[in-house]
Structures are given as C-alpha cells and as structure tokens.
C-alpha cells in the first residue's frame, strides 16, 4: 500500500492478522457446527439433547468471534493527532502528548512513546506486515513531526 505523500489523514490495519483470524474464526466455526451435528449420534453412552448441539455451535460462534477481535486492530492519523484502536479500547492521543513513534528491534508492533516513560501499543502496525508496518511507521512519524514543528516553530 503506497502512502500518499500529501495525506491529510491516513489510516492502516493489519493486513495478515486478518487473513489469519479469519482462517481461524472459519476452522473454529466448522469444528464446532461439525461437533454440534455429530454430537446426537455418539456411541459413547451419553445422552446429548439438542440444546446439547445448539450449546456447541455457539461456543463455536463466541470463539469464532473473539478470534476475529485480534483483527480490529487500526491506527487513524490526522494533523491533530492519532487514534488507536487496540483489541477492545480506542484511544486517541493530541500529536503534542507523544514525544515519538517508534518500533523496537524485536517488538511485534509499534508503540507511541509517552511522557514519564510510558508507552501505548499499537497493534495495527505489526512487524509481520513488513514493508506496510515501514510505510505506516514513516507515515506516522511525518504527521507527528509536521504537528510539532508547527507547534514549536523547530523540532
């Protein structure tokens, strides 16, 4: 994905945190709607009603759809500043509250890094995405330098 140079806005999600989830979200659903079906004909010598099968596919719709909230993940800037939307919370931050975006040697993904040594994930730029997590990075840090030089007049 090529990142347009004069963007006013960008916004990046994970690419492969989606193929997979949804490869897993689909498996976990089959298996379980597979369990449910098959679960009356055992020859175990339990006795499964139907509620029984219904209790089993439905566990496989929860799992099916807890898998596909590790692909939510997203990261919206602006000149403003940033919003980040993790696994289960969004939280936006103004671009003069973070001193910097960075990616650490071996992190799985990026991070803002905060006043008072603190730091807030943001999983939407993963390192297994590669080349996007660069140009999300590079991205990222051009709105934040732009915000800051126009605040302080330098960086």
């Known amino acids: 994905m090529a990142v347009d140079e004069n963007a006013t806005e960008v916004v990046f999600r994970p690419r492969k945190a989606l193929v997979l989830c949804s490869v897993l979200a689909v498996l976990l659903l089959a298996a379980f709607t597979t369990v449910g079906v098959l679960l009356r004909s055992s020859k175990t010598g339990a006795i499964f009603q139907a509620s029984d099968q219904a209790a089993m596919i439905g566990i496989g719709i929860l799992l099916a759809a807890g ?7 997203r990261v919206r800037a602006d000149a403003e500043g940033i919003e980040v939307r993790n696994v289960l919370l969004t939280k936006r931050f103004h671009w003069h509250e973070v001193l910097s975006v960075s990616f650490p040697d071996g992190a799985s993904w990026a991070r803002l890094e905060l006043p008072d040594d603190e730091y807030y994930s943001v999983m939407a730029v993963q390192s ?20 800051w030089e126009g605040h302080t007049g330098r960086m």
């Open 128 to 147: 297994v995405d590669r080349l996007r997590a660069v140009e999300a990075v590079r991205a990222l840090r051009k709105l934040h330098r732009a915000a």
């Open 67 to 73: 898998t596909m909230l590790f692909a939510m993940p």
